[in-house]
């Protein structure tokens, strides 16, 4: 079926390095894609979105990169910092739909 | 501004029994979600409210789970009877009505539920 997921359930950094956390899609309907990042004892937080009709958005220290025709979302950090520890989810909407659907998540580890 | 607010933040039951879960959206959010995760696993989607009407519940597993929203304001869950694999964090989540507003969701910080 459709799905949503992960190549990595954990990744290790050192603190300062690039993080890349990818994310792989089935749903050819997808229209937007979006980060959550969610801390230990706390909701899914809002990172930074991203609709079909682009490939690269930036925010503060992340790019979300999608490519559609590999159905492949990616999270990079620059500079990663102790407080980007978390686990960070992909989730995609179609359509007119409000209900995203999520992804297994990704640990990020990021050692001092 | 509040954000989302749930209550009980954690809470231990015992298999068999009840237990009902609060949601409270940011003031003027008509859409209202709730979501579970459970032991590590995807945030699987349970059901969606628009004000008070039910407008997808595919995601509830099965009748042992009800949610309710009166007055289009705070939301409950409850669960009865419990059973273990009930166990995990239930996350609440709404969002402003209109088109495109929907795309960002805020959520709450969840209730941990263990059921022994």
């Known amino acids: 079926g459709e799905s949503v997921g992960l190549h990595l359930p954990t990744l290790s950094v050192q603190e300062g390095d690039n993080s890349i956390i990818n994310c792989a899609y089935s749903?050819?309907?997808?229209?937007?894609f979006i980060w959550y990042k969610q801390e230990s004892g706390k909701g899914p937080q809002f990172i930074i979105d991203i609709r079909s009709n682009m490939d690269k958005r930036q925010g503060q220290r992340v790019t979300v990169l999608l490519n559609k025709t590999v159905k492949h979302l990616s999270l990079q950090i620059a500079a990663t910092q102790p407080g980007d520890s978390a686990v960070y989810f992909c989730?995609?909407?179609?359509?007119?739909?409000?209900?995203?659907?999520f992804g297994r998540g990704t640990s990020l580890i990021v050692h001092p | 501004e509040a954000g989302v607010t749930q209550f009980p933040s954690h809470s231990v039951i015992e298999k068999g029994q009840t237990v009902t879960l609060r949601c409270d959206p940011i003031s003027g959010h008509d859409n209202l979600y709730w979501y579970r995760r459970v032991m590590g696993k995807e945030i699987k989607f349970l059901l969606h409210?628009?004000?008070?009407?039910?407008?997808?519940e595919s995601g509830m597993p099965n009748n042992r789970f009800l949610a309710e929203r009166t007055g289009g304001t705070y939301s409950t869950l409850k669960v009865q009877p419990a059973e273990l694999e009930d166990s995990g964090v239930y996350f609440c989540a709404s969002s402003p009505l209109g088109p495109g507003s929907g795309n960002t969701i805020y959520f709450g910080e969840g209730s941990w539920l263990t059921v022994v």
């Open positions: 409210f628009v004000k008070e009407s039910k407008q997808d």
């Open positions: 749903n050819s309907a997808s229209d937007y």
């Open positions: 989730a995609e909407k179609s359509g007119g739909s409000y209900i995203p659907t």
